[in-house]
C-alpha cells in the first residue's frame, strides 16, 4: 500500500500504542485545514476590544487587599518593586502567547499550542486543569461579590431576602443566591454575541480603571499635604529586605494572570496576527502601570505596619478624614469582581469547543449558534456548573486550584515556544479527505523513480491536479551532499530536543530541592547543583545551535516573534515551575483527583474518539503541495 509511507494516528495495542496516542500532534487550525461545513465564530474583535477583555479579566478586586496585605507581611514600602518584578515575570509568558497566538490563532489558547507542539496528552491534561481552573475562578468571584455589595444596603448582612446569604437547617452549607443570578446573567451575555459581551466588559472595565485613577490622584493629593508619611518610617524602604521583596512579588504574580484570556478569543480576531500581540502587550502594560500606581500611593499615606489588611484602601482615605471613599473603592472592588466574572466565563466555552472539535470530548460542545455565531451550549453548561457552585459552595479554600492552572498553561506554553523554535513539527496529519490524493501522489512518485531519465509521465488527470515535482538524482556528489545535509538536520534536532528536556528536568530538580525545607541541607545543595548542570548544560546547547529553519513557515507568519529565546521561555518555565512547586500539599490532592478523572476521560472516551484516529502523517512539504493543488482543497 502507498499509505505505508506515512505514520499512521492509530494507538494500536500496549504501552507502544498508548504513547503514541499521548503524542499524537494536529495541524495548526487554519483556513485549509477546517472541515467543510465547520461552524467558524464570528471575527468581531480588534485591540481596544482585547485590551478591554485583557485588562477586565486581570485587574480583580484582589488589587484592593492586596497591597495590604503584602505590604504588612512581606515588602514593606517597597510594595511598588514587588508589583514591578511581577509584572516583569507575567510579560516573559506574554511574549510567549503573543508569538503563539499570532501563529496559531484558534480557539483554544495554551490547550490548542500544545496540541500542536508537544502532543495530545499534555495538551488534554491542560485543557482539563484550564476548565478546572476557570470553573472554580468564576465561582470564587461570584461568591466575593455579594459582602462587598450588602455594604451599600448597611452592612454585611444586609441585602435584601432574596439575594442574601442563608445558611440550610440541618446541612452545613451557606447558600447565595446573590453569586449565583449574577453568573447566570453573564452567561446570558456571553451567549448574545462576543462583540457585546466585549462591549459591556469594557464599560465596566472602564468604570474600574476610573475608580483606580481616583485612588491615585485623591491619594496624591492627601500624600502631598501630610508628607508620604508611610515613606518615613524607621526601617526604611526595604524592611524585609530582597526576600520579602521577592516573596511580595510571588504573592502578586496572581493579580497578573488572566491576559491567557486574550489568546483565547483568537479565532475571533479580525487580525490576529496584529491585534492579538497588541491585546496581550497592551493590557499586561496597563495593568501593571494600575497596580504600580496604586501601591505608590497607598504605602505613603499609612505606614506599612499600620494598614488594614482586609480594606487598606478605603481605611487609608478614611484616616485621613474621606469616609465616603469607602463607597467609591467598595464600588471600583464590585466593578473589578464582575468584569473578571465575565473573564472567567469567558474562555471556558471556547477551550470545551476546541477540544470537541479534536473529538476528545463529544461534539455536543463544538456546536456554534448560526445566529450569535459563539459556543451557546458550552456557554450555558459553563454558566449552570459556575452557578451552581457559586450558590452551594464556599469555593475560597479551592482558589489554589485555580493556579494550577494557570501555571501550568503558562510553563507548557513556554516550552511550546522552544519546541516551534528548535524541534518543530516535520509531519502533520492528513485527515482522511486527502487519502486518495495522497494516495496518487505515491504513485506518481514511484513511477517517476522507475525513470530517472524522465522519460515516464505521470498522467495529470489520473492524480486530480496533484502535482508534485520530483527532481532526479543525476549526479552522485549533489546526492551524497543533500544526504549529509539531511543526517545534519536530524542530528541537530536530536541535540535540540534532548536539549529542551534536559532544561525542563533541570529545572524541576533544582525547584523541586530549592523548596523542600524539611531535608538536610547537604541533599538540598546535591539535588540544587544538579538541577542547575542539567539547566545551564540544556540552555548552552540550545543557545549554541541553530534554530530550525521550518519555525518561519510555521502556522501564520508576519505575527509577533518572541525576543531572546531560548533565556526568556527558559526564565518562564523556571519561575513558574517554583510557584507550582510552591502552591502547597492540599492544593497538589485536590488538583491530582481531578486529574485522575481527566485520565479516565481520556483513556474511555478521547483517546478512541481523537479526530487524528484515522490520520496519516507525511512531510510537511508533501502536504503543502497537495494541500495546494488537490481539488479537495478548503478554502
Same mark, same amino acid.
Given at each position: 500500500?502507498?499509505?505505508?509511507?506515512?505514520?499512521?494516528?492509530?494507538c494500536?495495542?500496549?504501552?507502544?500504542g498508548?504513547?503514541?496516542?499521548?503524542?499524537r500532534?494536529?495541524?495548526?487550525?487554519?483556513h485549509?485545514?477546517?472541515a467543510e461545513?465547520?461552524?467558524?465564530?464570528?471575527?468581531?474583535?480588534?485591540v481596544?476590544?482585547?485590551?478591554?477583555?485583557g485588562?477586565?479579566?486581570?485587574?480583580?478586586?484582589g488589587?484592593?487587599?492586596?497591597v495590604?496585605?503584602?505590604?504588612r507581611?512581606?515588602?514593606?514600602?517597597?510594595?511598588?518593586?514587588?508589583?514591578l518584578?511581577a509584572?516583569?515575570?507575567?510579560a516573559?509568558s506574554?511574549f510567549?502567547?503573543a508569538?503563539?497566538?499570532s501563529?496559531c490563532p484558534?480557539?483554544g489558547?495554551?490547550?490548542?499550542?500544545?496540541?500542536?507542539c508537544?502532543?495530545?496528552g499534555v495538551?488534554?491534561?491542560?485543557g482539563?486543569?484550564l476548565?478546572?481552573?476557570y470553573?472554580?475562578g468564576?465561582?470564587?468571584?461570584?461568591?466575593?461579590?455579594?459582602?462587598n455589595l450588602?455594604?451599600?444596603?448597611?452592612g454585611?448582612?444586609?441585602?435584601?431576602?432574596?439575594?442574601?446569604?442563608?445558611?440550610?437547617?440541618?446541612?452545613?452549607?451557606?447558600i447565595?443566591?446573590?453569586?449565583?443570578?449574577?453568573?447566570?446573567?453573564?452567561t446570558?451575555?456571553?451567549c448574545?454575541?462576543?462583540?457585546?459581551?466585549?462591549?459591556?466588559?469594557?464599560?465596566?472595565?472602564?468604570?474600574?480603571?476610573?475608580?483606580m485613577?481616583?485612588?491615585?490622584?485623591?491619594?496624591?493629593?492627601i500624600?502631598?499635604q501630610?508628607?508620604?508619611v508611610?515613606?518615613?518610617?524607621?526601617?526604611g524602604y526595604f524592611?524585609?529586605?530582597?526576600?520579602?521583596i521577592?516573596?511580595?512579588?510571588?504573592?502578586?504574580?496572581?493579580?497578573?494572570?488572566?491576559?491567557?484570556?486574550?489568546?483565547?478569543?483568537?479565532e475571533?480576531?479580525?487580525?490576529?496576527?496584529?491585534?492579538?500581540?497588541l491585546?496581550?502587550?497592551?493590557a499586561?502594560?496597563?495593568?501593571?502601570?494600575?497596580?504600580?500606581?496604586?501601591?505608590?500611593?497607598?504605602?505613603?499615606?499609612?505606614p506599612?505596619?499600620?494598614?488594614d489588611?482586609?480594606?487598606?484602601i478605603?481605611?487609608?482615605?478614611?484616616?485621613?478624614?474621606?469616609?465616603?471613599?469607602?463607597?467609591?473603592v467598595?464600588?471600583?472592588?464590585?466593578?473589578?469582581?464582575?468584569?473578571?466574572?465575565?473573564g472567567?466565563?469567558?474562555?471556558q466555552?471556547r477551550?470545551?469547543?476546541?477540544?470537541?472539535r479534536?473529538g476528545?470530548?463529544?461534539?455536543?460542545?463544538?456546536?456554534?449558534?448560526?445566529?450569535?455565531?459563539?459556543p451557546?451550549?458550552?456557554?450555558?453548561?459553563?454558566?449552570?456548573?459556575?452557578a451552581?457552585?457559586a450558590?452551594?459552595?464556599? *469555593?475560597?479554600? !479551592?482558589?489554589?486550584?485555580? &493556579? /494550577?492552572?494557570? @501555571?501550568l498553561?503558562?510553563? =507548557?506554553?513556554a516550552v511550546s #515556544?522552544?519546541i516551534?523554535?528548535y524541534?518543530?513539527p516535520?509531519?502533520?496529519?492528513?485527515?482522511?479527505?486527502?487519502?486518495?490524493?495522497?494516495?496518487l501522489?505515491?504513485?506518481?512518485?514511484?513511477e517517476?523513480?522507475?525513470?530517472l531519465l524522465?522519460?515516464?509521465?505521470?498522467?495529470i488527470?489520473?492524480?486530480?491536479?496533484?502535482?508534485?515535482?520530483?527532481?532526479?538524482m543525476?549526479d552522485?556528489?549533489?546526492?551524497k551532499?543533500?544526504?549529509?545535509?539531511?543526517?545534519?538536520?536530524?542530528?541537530?534536532?536530536?541535540?535540540a530536543?534532548?536539549?529542551?528536556?534536559?532544561?525542563?528536568?533541570? *529545572?524541576?530538580? !533544582?525547584?523541586s530541592s530549592? &523548596? /523542600?525545607?524539611? @531535608?538536610?541541607?547537604?541533599? =538540598?545543595?546535591?539535588?540544587? #547543583?544538579?538541577g542547575?548542570v542539567?539547566?545551564?548544560?540544556?540552555?548552552?546547547?540550545?543557545?549554541?545551535?541553530?534554530?530550525?529553519?521550518?519555525?518561519?513557515?510555521?502556522?501564520?507568519?508576519g505575527g509577533?516573534?518572541?525576543?531572546?529565546?531560548?533565556?526568556?521561555?527558559?526564565?518562564?518555565i523556571?519561575?513558574?515551575t517554583?510557584?507550582?512547586?510552591?502552591?502547597?500539599?492540599d492544593?497538589?490532592m485536590?488538583?491530582?483527583?481531578?486529574?485522575l478523572?481527566?485520565v479516565?476521560?481520556?483513556?474511555?472516551?478521547g483517546?478512541?474518539?481523537?479526530?487524528?484516529?484515522?490520520?496519516?502523517?507525511?512531510?510537511?512539504a508533501?502536504?503543502d503541495?497537495?494541500?495546494?493543488?488537490?481539488?479537495?482543497y478548503?478554502?
Amino acid at each position: 500500500m502507498a499509505l505505508e509511507s506515512g505514520s499512521s494516528g492509530r494507538c494500536g495495542s500496549g504501552w507502544g500504542g498508548g504513547f503514541r496516542c499521548l503524542m499524537r500532534r494536529k495541524q495548526v487550525d487554519s483556513h485549509r485545514v477546517r472541515a467543510e461545513g465547520q461552524q467558524q465564530l464570528a471575527k468581531e474583535l480588534n485591540v481596544p476590544e482585547l485590551v478591554a477583555i485583557g485588562v477586565g479579566s486581570t485587574v480583580g478586586a484582589g488589587v484592593y487587599v492586596l497591597v495590604g496585605t503584602v505590604a504588612r507581611e512581606h515588602a514593606g514600602p517597597a510594595l511598588t518593586i514587588s508589583f514591578l518584578i511581577a509584572g516583569i515575570a507575567a510579560a516573559l509568558s506574554a511574549f510567549c502567547y503573543a508569538e503563539l497566538a499570532s501563529r496559531c490563532p484558534s480557539a483554544g489558547s495554551a490547550y490548542h499550542y500544545s496540541y500542536i507542539c508537544v502532543g495530545e496528552g499534555v495538551a488534554w491534561l491542560i485543557g482539563w486543569a484550564l476548565v478546572l481552573e476557570y470553573t472554580i475562578g468564576g465561582s470564587a468571584v461570584a461568591r466575593g461579590i455579594s459582602p462587598n455589595l450588602a455594604l451599600f444596603f448597611g452592612g454585611p448582612d444586609s441585602l435584601p431576602w432574596i439575594l442574601a446569604r442563608h445558611q440550610l437547617p440541618w446541612f452545613n452549607i451557606i447558600i447565595d443566591p446573590c453569586a449565583a443570578a449574577l453568573v447566570f446573567i453573564v452567561t446570558v451575555l456571553l451567549c448574545v454575541g462576543i462583540k457585546e459581551s466585549s462591549f459591556a466588559q469594557g464599560v465596566v472595565t472602564v468604570l474600574n480603571a476610573c475608580v483606580m485613577i481616583f485612588v491615585i490622584i485623591a491619594g496624591s493629593y492627601i500624600g502631598f499635604q501630610i508628607g508620604w508619611v508611610g515613606y518615613k518610617v524607621s526601617d526604611g524602604y526595604f524592611p524585609y529586605g530582597v526576600n520579602g521583596i521577592l516573596a511580595g512579588s510571588a504573592t502578586v504574580f496572581f493579580a497578573y494572570i488572566g491576559f491567557d484570556t486574550v489568546a483565547s478569543t483568537a479565532e475571533e480576531v479580525k487580525n490576529p496576527q496584529r491585534d492579538l500581540p497588541l491585546g496581550i502587550g497592551v493590557a499586561l502594560a496597563i495593568c501593571c502601570a494600575l497596580y504600580m500606581a496604586v501601591s505608590v500611593v497607598i504605602v505613603g499615606l499609612v505606614p506599612y505596619f499600620a494598614m488594614d489588611p482586609d480594606t487598606p484602601i478605603s481605611s487609608a482615605f478614611a484616616k485621613h478624614g474621606m469616609q465616603w471613599a469607602m463607597y467609591v473603592v467598595t464600588s471600583g472592588a464590585i466593578l473589578a469582581l464582575c468584569s473578571t466574572l465575565m473573564g472567567s466565563l469567558l474562555p471556558q466555552p471556547r477551550i470545551l469547543m476546541a477540544m470537541a472539535r479534536d473529538g476528545l470530548l463529544p461534539s455536543f460542545f463544538s456546536d456554534v449558534n448560526k445566529q450569535t455565531q459563539v459556543p451557546v451550549k458550552s456557554t450555558i453548561v459553563t454558566g449552570i456548573c459556575a452557578a451552581a457552585l457559586a450558590f452551594a459552595m464556599d *469555593v475560597s479554600q !479551592l482558589a489554589g486550584m485555580v &493556579s /494550577v492552572g494557570t @501555571l501550568l498553561a503558562f510553563t =507548557i506554553v513556554a516550552v511550546s #515556544i522552544l519546541i516551534l523554535r528548535y524541534v518543530p513539527p516535520d509531519e502533520v496529519p492528513l485527515p482522511p479527505s486527502m487519502r486518495e490524493s495522497f494516495r496518487l501522489n505515491q504513485e506518481c512518485d514511484a513511477e517517476k523513480d522507475r525513470d530517472l531519465l524522465g522519460d515516464g509521465n505521470c498522467n495529470i488527470s489520473q492524480t486530480k491536479d496533484v502535482i508534485v515535482v520530483v527532481e532526479s538524482m543525476k549526479d552522485p556528489l549533489i546526492e551524497k551532499r543533500q544526504h549529509r545535509g539531511k543526517m545534519d538536520e536530524t542530528k541537530r534536532r536530536k541535540i535540540a530536543a534532548f536539549s529542551i528536556g534536559s532544561v525542563c528536568v533541570g *529545572v524541576l530538580i !533544582l525547584t523541586s530541592s530549592a &523548596s /523542600v525545607t524539611w @531535608l538536610p541541607f547537604l541533599p =538540598i545543595c546535591i539535588g540544587c #547543583i544538579i538541577g542547575i548542570v542539567l539547566l545551564l548544560t540544556g540552555l548552552g546547547a540550545l543557545s549554541w545551535i541553530e534554530q530550525d529553519d521550518g519555525r518561519h513557515s510555521f502556522g501564520h507568519s508576519g505575527g509577533f516573534t518572541c525576543p531572546f529565546v531560548p533565556v526568556l521561555p527558559v526564565m518562564c518555565i523556571l519561575i513558574n515551575t517554583y510557584l507550582l512547586i510552591n502552591l502547597g500539599v492540599d492544593t497538589w490532592m485536590r488538583v491530582g483527583i481531578w486529574l485522575l478523572m481527566g485520565v479516565l476521560v481520556y483513556i474511555f472516551y478521547g483517546r478512541t474518539h481523537s479526530s487524528l484516529t484515522d490520520v496519516v502523517y507525511v512531510p510537511v512539504a508533501q502536504a503543502d503541495e497537495i494541500y495546494r493543488s488537490s481539488s479537495g482543497y478548503v478554502s
